[in-house]
């Protein structure tokens, strides 16, 4: 197959999110979905990865790396809520994940894994 360039790329990428079960103390769930990834292309990763070095607090790290994901973060697919409806995207409901660590967590891992030029890994 050739390469095929193009001025911004969105793929689908498997996501896993290690969320607790509220069912079973100490245990976890393992939650998974697709995400449409537009990710930042070099020049815009190395300088949001020197902005967020400057960041002194916990909660500034938190927001650089939410306004990141609401940037790369294009859709998803088997997002659910209550009654097992599905959830469409929107940067409404994006941002309501967000507010998770484990789901952030989560994307975070599968936009890195992505970007590494590895196939997903099994049961992601």
Do not use: C
Not at 69 to 77: E, F, N, P, Y
Not at 80 to 107: C, I, K, N
């Amino acid at each position: 197959m050739q390469f095929k360039l193009a001025e911004t790329y969105r793929y689908w990428w498997p996501v896993t999110v290690r969320v607790p079960d509220p069912d079973n103390a100490g245990q976890i769930l393992k939650q998974k979905f697709r995400v449409l990834f537009e990710p930042l292309d070099r020049e815009e990763q190395l300088a949001e990865g020197e902005r967020a070095a400057g960041l002194k607090s916990m909660r500034d790290l938190v927001d650089h790396e939410i306004q990141n994901a609401l940037r790369v973060v294009k859709g998803w697919d088997g997002v659910v809520g209550e009654g097992d409806l599905l959830v469409p995207f929107s940067e409404e409901m994006l941002r309501q994940a967000l507010r998770h660590s484990w789901f952030r967590d989560g994307l975070q891992a599968a936009l890195k894994e992505s970007l590494a030029g590895e196939e997903a890994r099994l049961g992601n």
